[in-house]
Nanobody, 122 residues
Framework: QVQLVESGGGLVQPGGSLRLSCEAS????????MGWYRQAPGKERELVAV??????TYADSVKGRFTISRDNAKNTVYLHMNSLKPEDTAVYYC?????????????????WGQGTQVTVSS
């Protein structure tokens, strides 16, 4: 079994900062990519940022304000969010493209966290 556990969401004023964390645990053989998506009310889930082996990708709406980083030893990905705007309000989901194992098999698939609410409001 593999689990992704997120933390760090909350309420922040416009212009403020938050840091989200997501730890992957379980029978993990390797992690190919980890990233963050978000879904605002009435909108589709969208990519925020993703990190693969040395490559970072950001949505245009967060470039220059958000930074994604990863601690490989801890199987943890972080999202540092600065200069937050009301339009950043959403449920943020962690995603991991990883290979799990069990006995003699391995399996590569996507996993999702439960989501953490980020609200930017004065």
């Amino acid at each position: 079994q593999v689990q992704l556990v997120e933390s760090g969401g909350g309420l922040v004023q416009p212009g403020g900062s938050l840091r989200l964390s997501c730890e992957a645990s379980g029978s993990i053989f390797s992690i190919n990519a980890m990233g963050w998506y978000r879904q605002a009310p009435g909108k589709e889930r969208e990519l925020v940022a993703v990190i693969t082996s040395g490559r970072l990708t950001y949505a245009d709406s967060v470039k220059g304000r958000f930074t994604i980083s990863r601690d490989n030893a801890k199987n943890t990905v972080y999202l540092h969010m600065n200069s937050l705007k009301p339009e950043d309000t959403a449920v943020y989901y962690c995603n991991a493209d990883l290979t799990s194992y069990g006995g003699s098999w391995t399996s590569r698939q996507d996993y999702w966290g439960q989501g953490t609410q980020v609200t930017v409001s004065s």
